[in-house]
């Protein structure tokens, strides 16, 4: 299976940035899609930015032009650049990962989560 660790996230006054990192290992050699998702308390998780492996991102409405997602070539390595950051965007922050199985089966895998929390 894919194991994905979370890293990068901290409090952080508004205004400011924070860069996560999620990190993919096991069965990655047929990832082809990775994502970062978030979940705020009293609210369902959201869609942040997700990367596939031709390169292609899509971004929420509520982080475009403020969040930026990036990867390595080999799909291992996952990052959210996270700027300009507002109160609204505290959240646990989830990394996710799609891979094909042998069958063309696509498999989803969580991390645990980081949190972010944006205040003064």
């Known amino acids: 299976q894919v194991q994905l660790v979370e890293s990068g996230g901290g409090l952080v006054q508004p205004g400011g940035s924070l860069r996560l990192s999620c990190a993919a290992s096991g069965s990655i050699f047929s990832i082809n899609a990775m994502g970062w998702y978030r979940q705020a308390p009293g609210k369902q998780r959201e869609l942040v930015a997700v990367v596939t492996s031709g390169g292609s991102s899509n971004y929420a409405d509520s982080v475009k032009g403020r969040f930026t997602i990036s990867r390595d070539g080999a799909l291992n390595m996952v990052y959210l650049q996270m700027n300009s950051l507002k109160p609204e965007d505290t959240a646990v922050y989830y990394c996710?990962?799609?891979?094909?199985?042998?069958?063309?089966?696509?498999?989803?895998?969580w991390g645990r989560g980081t949190q972010v929390t944006v205040s003064s």
């Open positions: 996710k990962a799609e891979r094909l199985d042998g069958l063309g089966s696509l498999l989803v895998y």
